[in-house]
């Protein structure tokens, strides 16, 4: 290795493990992931100048949609997100996933994000500060969850012609992958019986979309 590469390495290793981590968290369903939860997470992140940020993602399916879909739009609205953004599905549960995390980064800075009905789910790192000194948790403007997943995954099993409104107008260029990644048929076309969403594997494996995320030109988000 040259001496001016191996330098410039060590300098970046330097800088980056002196970096103060500040680390947006967001946890949630997500099926699917609509323009309220992207303006969610720029908001935890705007507001706390996070340098990360994590969204974990509950394995249950709703309505046909599942954690594999929900973690490939994720993937795609990470890219416009002016910071690393690591979409993870939770083993258990994102509550779960929360706590593990801040079990094992007690030296960071952690925002949670949630919704009014949700801040309960955290209210353990509040009762113990002590413990959990960078954990903050951060309540989401009502403003951002005004759009109905019940109504959205109904218009996306419909084919129905703003089924996919709920998508944030900076990803709207990616409207015909995010549309296969559902697998949305218009309403007028008849049923295809082998457009069937195959077996998916949520303890690991590759991913049943990342086809589509390739031939889109899109790759996985890098980890922390």
């Keep these: 290795m040259r001496f001016d590469t191996l330098y410039e390495d060590t300098i970046r290793r330097f800088l980056f493990e002196k ?12 099926k699917p992931p609509h323009k309220g939860h992207f303006e969610a997470l720029k ?7 996070a340098t990360h940020a994590i969204v974990f993602i509950g394995t249950s399916e709703r309505d046909g949609i599942n954690a594999d ?5 994720w993937d795609i609205y990470a ?6 953004v690591k979409v993870k599905i939770s083993s258990v549960s994102p509550v779960k996933s929360v706590y593990d995390f801040a079990d094992d980064n007690k030296k960071k800075h952690l925002f949670v994000g949630a919704g009014e009905d949700d801040m309960k789910r955290y209210a353990w790192f509040e009762k113990n500060a002590d413990e959990f000194p960078l954990v903050e948790l951060i309540p989401i403007p009502p403003k951002f969850g005004r759009i ?25 260029s990616d409207l015909d992958v995010i549309s296969r990644i559902l697998n949305i048929e218009s309403a007028d076309e008849p049923e295809d ?9 949520l303890d690991g494996g590759e991913s049943p979309y990342d086809d589509i995320m390739s031939t889109s030109g899109r790759g996985s988000t890098s980890d922390l």
């Design 193 to 201: 019986v082998e457009s069937e969403l195959p077996d998916i594997d």
């Design 69 to 73: 879909q929900s973690k490939a739009i």
């Design 19 to 30: 970096k103060s981590y500040r680390i947006a968290l967001l946890p949630g369903g997500f």
């Design 43 to 49: 908001h935890i992140i705007s507001e706390n100048d």
């Design 148 to 172: 109905s997943g019940t109504e959205t995954r109904e218009k996306i099993l419909n084919g129905a012609d703003d089924a996919l409104d709920f998508v944030p107008h900076e990803a709207e």
């Design 79 to 84: 890219d416009y997100i002016d910071i690393p």
